[in-house]
């Protein structure tokens, strides 16, 4: 495990604007704006998004004298690490700290056979949820992330691992990107969406929508547009196969029950055979773990091209369940196998830094950056935002 490194905080005084998290236009349109022929866009889009540069002056295909213009007007700048920590399994774990002092965590999953793996994502600080199995659902939601916020937790974590420029041959050790981490990312749709264009785009980062997966707790207005504009994969948190105990453990179900999730998952753009949806089901002991659970499960997707990932329940401090046995849990992934589905179970990973499924949380509150604001225009220092002599 990495040894706790000193907290530090980005000050929000630099008002300059942060190119991370502009799309192609919006690029443009800033180049314009300062006078720039439009090429110069394409210039900067490959150093921000593919050299992964964050100094103009290191920017070679740029003039001296454009260099300075862009200084004086932007930055490129990702989230800054507050804290990070190496499982003993090899899962990494950012906390990254935004300019108002909010926090949400990112982890590197390693495949356990592979020499690459998953960057997984946050598109929330905190949870608009409240699923009781879920570590973040206990932290209220202090806001969604921007497109730049998002974009950042990917391109800092390549910056861990040194993998700019992007690489050509697609050799790269962070090959995938699961939008599995603290949120729900159908409730910040938007900036989900832009976000994952930049990261997909071919002469930026790269990333195939193929190697890109979303997670939703069950949005069903949403599923359709995801599909459509972004043409991902899609997993599923199900968890339950009836009303009764989904309503108990995910209370999204009393506004999206079982049957209006099955139709949108059925309508979902894409979803075939060779581009199965993911159902990610949590095991809790004596709550949906039964072979009647399972054989039920099986009624509920028939005729959708599924798959299945089982996940052991993993504690945190407070939470209320157990983990299925792993004879209750192997039944339930025969059950499923034999019925001709894929249904793994996932190795967990990440357990002794809480970077597992479920366990991701942050300290950020809704009203810190109010209160830091406060505390500024009243002249009183904070040890994270100190009051800028003068």
């Known amino acids: 495990m ?5 907290r530090l905080y980005l000050c929000p005084m630099d008002e300059r604007k942060n190119l991370i998290g502009l799309d192609r236009d919006e690029l443009a349109a800033e180049m314009a704006a300062i006078g720039e022929k439009p090429f110069r866009a394409k210039q900067v889009w490959h150093w921000v998004y593919n050299r992964g540069e964050t100094d103009f002056a290191r920017m070679t295909s740029i003039s001296k004298v454009m260099q300075a213009r862009l200084a004086e007007r932007y930055v490129v700048r990702r989230p800054q690490v507050a804290r990070e920590m190496l499982s003993s399994d090899g899962t990494r774990k950012w906390l990254f700290a935004f300019d108002d002092g909010n926090e949400a965590e990112t982890v590197y999953i390693p495949d356990v056979d592979e020499d690459r793996g998953a960057v997984c994502l946050s598109s929330q600080v905190g949870c608009t949820l409240t ?4 570590h973040t659902g206990t932290q209220l939601l202090v806001r969604n992330l921007t497109a730049a916020e998002v974009v950042g937790q990917f391109m800092a974590a390549r910056d861990t691992y040194g993998e700019w420029p992007t690489p ?26 832009a976000a994952l264009k930049i990261l997909m785009d071919g002469d930026g980062i790269g990333i195939s929508k193929r190697r890109i997966t979303l997670s939703t707790s069950g949005v069903v207005p949403m599923m359709r547009r995801c599909g459509e504009e972004l043409g991902i994969n899609l997993a599923v ?12 453990i995910m209370p999204i ?41 399972a054989r039920a499960l099986l009624k509920l997707i028939k005729g959708l091209p599924a798959k299945f990932n089982l996940i052991p329940f993993n504690p945190w401090p407070g939470s209320d369940f157990e983990c299925s046995d792993m004879a209750d849990i192997k039944r339930f992934s025969d059950i499923l196998q034999d019925a001709g589905y894929s249904a793994p179970i996932r190795l967990p990973r990440g357990r002794d ?30 040890e994270r935002h100190p009051v800028p002599a003068g």
């Open 168 to 193: 050509d041959d697609g050799g790269r050790q962070l090959s995938n990107i699961v939008v599995m981490g603290m949120g729900e990312p159908l409730y910040n749709f938007d900036n989900i969406a």
């Open 131 to 134: 699923c009781r199995f879920c």
């Open 353 to 382: 830094i809480l970077a597992a499924c479920g366990q991701l949380r942050s300290d950020s509150k809704r009203e810190r950056c109010t209160r830091l604001k406060a505390r500024l225009e009243a002249g009183i220092p904070d």
């Open 253 to 293: 179900n009393k506004k999206y029950p079982l049957a209006e999730l099955m139709r949108a998952c059925r309508d979902y753009p894409g979803a075939s055979n060779a581009r199965r949806i993911t159902f990610e089901y949590i095991m809790l002991k004596g709550v949906n773990d039964s072979a009647a659970d």
């Open 2 to 6: 990495l040894p706790p490194p000193v």
């Open 237 to 248: 948190s199900l968890h339950a196969v009836t009303d009764e105990v989904r309503d108990r």
